[in-house]
């Protein structure tokens, strides 16, 4: 992830890497939706330059790409943080006190949900359900889950990511 950097700071996202994700996929059939998740895991995000750049060399309206990469969640246009923090708004986990854990983190980390800090270390996003119930309340920093949590438990896990 060395080029989000690069991307995110605007020196050009337009590297030769992505240069070569792209020769990469000319001529291939159905190739949209992999092309765009190449470029977003060499990017970080998918950058709107870049994506002027594959409209024009592979010939795709840039509506049709924007289409792509709104309707699927797993696409993201602006730059995100090095830990996605993932805050469970399930049924157990809003009873047990998810939205104070959330109201919490946003004060602390200075964003709204989906929102990315200044320095880009953290993204921060509500879910529907992380699926550990049983734990309630949830979140997960990047792929490590925690549960059980007050709001001061979930600033406490934060401080060993910063």
């Given at each position: 992830m060395?080029?989000?950097?690069?991307?995110?700071?605007?020196?050009?996202?337009?590297?030769?890497?992505?240069?070569?994700?792209?020769?990469?996929?000319?001529?291939?059939?159905g190739f949209l939706i992999p092309l765009l998740q190449a470029i977003q895991h060499h990017c970080g995000y998918l950058p709107a330059d870049v994506l002027e750049y594959v409209s024009q060399e592979l010939l795709v309206p840039l509506a049709e790409i924007y289409g792509v990469c709104t309707f699927y969640a797993q696409f993201h246009l602006k730059p995100?943080?090095?830990?996605?923090?993932?805050?469970?708004?399930?049924?157990?986990?809003?009873?047990?006190?998810?939205?104070?854990?959330?109201?919490?983190?946003?004060?602390?980390l200075k964003v709204e949900e989906n929102g990315t800090t200044e320095?880009?270390?953290?993204?921060?996003?509500?879910?529907?359900?992380?699926?550990?119930c049983g734990l309630a309340p949830v979140l997960m920093v990047d792929d490590e889950t925690h549960g059980r949590l007050t709001p001061e438990d979930a600033v406490r896990i934060l401080d060993n990511y910063a």
């Amino acid at each position: 992830m060395e080029t989000q950097v690069a991307a995110v700071a605007g020196t050009g996202a337009v590297d030769e890497g992505v240069r070569q994700i792209v020769a990469s996929f000319k001529g291939r059939k159905g190739f949209l939706i992999p092309l765009l998740q190449a470029i977003q895991h060499h990017c970080g995000y998918l950058p709107a330059d870049v994506l002027e750049y594959v409209s024009q060399e592979l010939l795709v309206p840039l509506a049709e790409i924007y289409g792509v990469c709104t309707f699927y969640a797993q696409f993201h246009l602006k730059p995100r943080g090095r830990h996605i923090i993932r805050v469970c708004r399930g049924t157990a986990c809003h009873v047990r006190g998810s939205l104070a854990i959330m109201e919490k983190l946003k004060g602390v980390l200075k964003v709204e949900e989906n929102g990315t800090t200044e320095d880009l270390r953290f993204t921060l996003e509500p879910v529907a359900c992380l699926g550990a119930c049983g734990l309630a309340p949830v979140l997960m920093v990047d792929d490590e889950t925690h549960g059980r949590l007050t709001p001061e438990d979930a600033v406490r896990i934060l401080d060993n990511y910063a």
